[in-house]
């Protein structure tokens, strides 16, 4: 058995003159992969169908639909386990794998990750299985040779060719995007299936295509054999995935909201509000300031520090490195578990408005509170209103929002912070306003100036 998470050694990519060595060796690992999903389906009304049998209200009788879909993986150990998408197995009743000698089995979920939309399945092993061998996405460079093997529109085998277009996609489908970008042409179906490096190594699984048609248009993205690898090692061992999590919520640091915080530029992680207990507030870290570093590791954003977080296994022990009005701190602390949660809240009150940014406050209204996710002694000025395309909109606020301050100054009426506005555009300045959104804090900049 091929151990989990093996990575071949890396050496300069050698260009062969054509890719018939590699795609002969490697397409006996790669599958095409059925699923059937059977959905009870009582919407077939018959209003005349107590006519034909027992009388049921004029409903016929309910029968499953089902559904198919189609996708494609690849075998990643001699006992069995095969590697895809999430989206393509995700609540499937049957799953079956198809080999490129046409031989099908049924296969079993092991388990799935949503967030980075990776599945392990497993079947019962079969002679000569020759497992796929993972590669270093790290060292694989724009304008490299990259090979996709799968089964669009259920075409088994199918092979093309092309270059790595770009490293570090964020497509916005997911909160750790971090896609390769291949002009090697993936249409429906090759989700799940491998991208090759000229060394016949899955250095990414396919996942995800820019299509205004529905085919391909040369723009395909795979999740890095580095993310992907991590996510099936884990899977198999645990059936679970484990994330870093250090109790911070983030924001990207915009032009106005750096001239607001006297920062010379926009690079680093804004820390919108700290989780109390959580390790960020255990090593000193506090909202408004800005993370350069982790673990050693530059910030330029705060989808980078996400990231490196995540990486982390909880437990680890780590350094940070934050910028707080200007002075350069450094902090230590333990990495913790991940946990998701949502939530989901509305409101309406009765407004002021202020034209000139597009923006309708009000005092919160007390029978709203609990939907806000707000303390009963919590304070602020609620938004009831913002108008589309507005300085207000811009600057990403939101209906629902409560500005809690204005230039560090606690609000609890609408005249609070238009004060703080009229300030501003005096000093010809961003006002910097902190808002409570869905019970989590974040900042939000607008250049009255």
């Not at 996609?169 to 970008?181: A, E, H, K, N, T």
């Not at 060394?199 to 990414?204: A, F, L, M, Q, S």
């Not at 993310?227 to 099936?232: D, F, K, N, Q, S």
């Not at 395309?389 to 939101?398: F, I």
């Amino acid at each position: 058995m091929l151990p989990m998470g093996s990575v071949a050694a890396v050496s300069a990519q050698e260009v062969p003159g054509d890719f018939t060595g590699i795609v002969r060796e490697k397409i006996p690992a790669v599958v095409a992969i059925t699923t059937r999903q059977f959905v009870e389906d009582q919407t077939n009304l018959m209003p005349f169908s107590d006519f034909f049998g027992p009388f049921n209200g004029g409903q016929s009788p309910v029968q499953p639909q089902v559904r198919e879909a189609l996708g494609s993986g690849f075998v990643i150990s001699q006992d069995g386990y095969i590697v895809t998408n999430n989206h393509v197995v995700q609540e499937a009743s049957e799953i079956h794998v198809v080999f490129s000698d046409k031989e099908t089995s049924p296969a079993q979920l092991v388990g799935r990750d949503p967030a980075t939309d990776i599945a392990v399945l497993k079947i019962d092993p079969r002679p000569n299985l020759t497992p796929i061998v993972w590669g270093d996405s790290d060292a694989v460079q724009p304008g490299a040779w990259t090979i996709a093997i799968g089964s669009p529109f259920g075409l088994g085998g199918t092979v093309t060719v092309g270059v790595l277009s770009a490293r570090s996609r964020d497509i916005q489908v997911g909160p750790y995007d971090d896609f390769l970008q291949t002009d090697a042409s993936v249409n429906q179906g090759n989700s799940g299936g491998p991208l090759f490096n000229t060394r016949g190594e899955v250095i990414g699984v396919n996942t995800a295509i820019v299509s205004p048609t529905g085919g391909s248009i040369g723009i395909g993205f795979a999740v890095p054999s580095r993310t992907a690898r991590t996510v099936v090692d884990q899977l198999i061992r645990t059936g679970r995935i484990e994330r870093g999590f250090i109790g911070v919520r983030l924001q990207e640091i915009t032009p106005a909201t750096a001239e607001a915080l006297g920062m010379p530029g926009s690079e680093g992680a804004l820390v919108a509000s700290v989780e109390p207990g959580g390790p960020a507030e255990k090593a000193g870290v506090q909202s408004g300031d800005v993370i350069t570093r982790f673990n050693g590791k530059e910030i330029k954003s705060a989808r980078d520090l996400t990231l490196a977080v995540t990486s982390q296994k909880p437990g680890t022990e780590t350094t940070l490195t934050m910028n707080r009005g200007g002075a350069e701190q450094q902090a230590a602390l333990t990495v913790s578990q991940r946990e998701e949660e949502e939530v989901q809240t509305s409101a309406v009150p009765t407004p002021e408005t202020d034209d000139s940014l597009g923006l309708a406050l009000s005092p919160i209204p007390e029978e709203v509170r609990p939907q806000l996710g707000l303390q009963p002694d919590a304070s602020g000025v609620f938004v009831q209103g913002v108008a589309p395309n507005s300085l207000a909109a811009e600057s990403g606020l939101q209906p629902g929002d409560v500005i809690v301050s204005a230039n560090d100054r606690n609000v609890t009426q609408p005249s609070e912070v238009e004060e703080e506005l009229v300030e501003s555009r005096q000093e010809k300045r961003p006002v910097l306003l902190r808002i409570s959104r869905q019970g989590q804090s974040l900042f939000a900049a607008l250049d009255v100036s």
